[in-house]
């Protein structure tokens, strides 16, 4: 299958699970997530009409920016050091892995020496799991509290990874307290603190999370894949 074909699927599950769920699919942003892919399959991407594209980590990002010829939304999804901020500060439309205080602060500092504003997600590790970067849910809302305080970001959600299994059903008490999580934090927004996205749910897990609420997700493989 191609690209093309491959995201047609992709857009069509989407839309099925929105539909389970009661939801409109229009709401599901994709996030095509290029880690490892030549510029050739990044614009094939985005002819195929996706226009959020996610990278894991800065090098790629700035080889494919400068590459590809097009106007589209770059996202940063991987673990993001903070001596690498300002490489990417110029160009990504979204940082999804916010997973400290420290970064949050060092974010801020880099988009204020640009004029910018940068929008985030804070990453919660809601497994608990030591391989997993993130807060913990219970330090999201002090987290938050104290990110307020920074004047150049801009909350925009939360994003979580979800623990790997053979039975995607296990996930859904996980997908289901970060969509909690998130909606608690819906009703108490901020000056620059807009709950708009729940980013989760990756090529294994999409159907379920967008069953438990999210409203963006992360696809690599089932794109890509032969």
Do not use: C
């Not at 097009?70 to 940063?76: E, G, L, P, T």
Request: glycine fraction near 6%.
């Amino acid at each position: 299958m191609s690209i093309y074909e491959n995201i047609r699927s992709v857009k069509h599950r989407i839309e099925e699970a929105a539909k389970r769920s009661g939801r409109n699919p229009e709401e599901i942003t994709l996030v095509a997530v290029t880690k490892n892919q030549p510029v050739s399959a990044v614009e094939e991407v985005i002819k195929a009409g996706v226009r959020d594209i996610g990278e894991n980590r800065h090098q790629e990002l700035l080889t494919k920016y400068k590459a590809v010829d097009s106007n589209v939304n770059w996202h940063f999804i991987g673990h993001l050091q903070r001596n690498k901020v300002k490489y990417i500060m110029p160009f990504v439309y979204l940082i999804q892995s916010v997973d400290s205080i420290a970064l949050a602060k060092e974010i801020s500092k880099r988009a204020e020496k640009i004029g910018k504003v940068q929008d985030i997600l804070l990453e919660v590790n809601v497994s608990g799991e030591a391989t997993k970067y993130g807060f913990p849910p219970k330090e999201i809302a002090p987290a938050i509290e104290e990110l307020a305080q920074l004047k150049n970001i801009y909350l925009k959600g939360l994003m979580m990874m979800a623990p790997l299994t053979d039975n995607i059903e296990r996930l859904r008490p996980y997908f289901a307290e970060i969509k909690r999580i998130f909606d608690d934090l819906y009703r108490r927004q901020g000056p620059n603190v807009e709950m708009r996205y729940l980013s989760m749910g990756m090529t294994g897990d999409f159907e379920v999370a967008i069953e438990e609420g999210s409203n963006m997700v992360r696809i690599g493989t089932a794109i890509f894949r032969p």
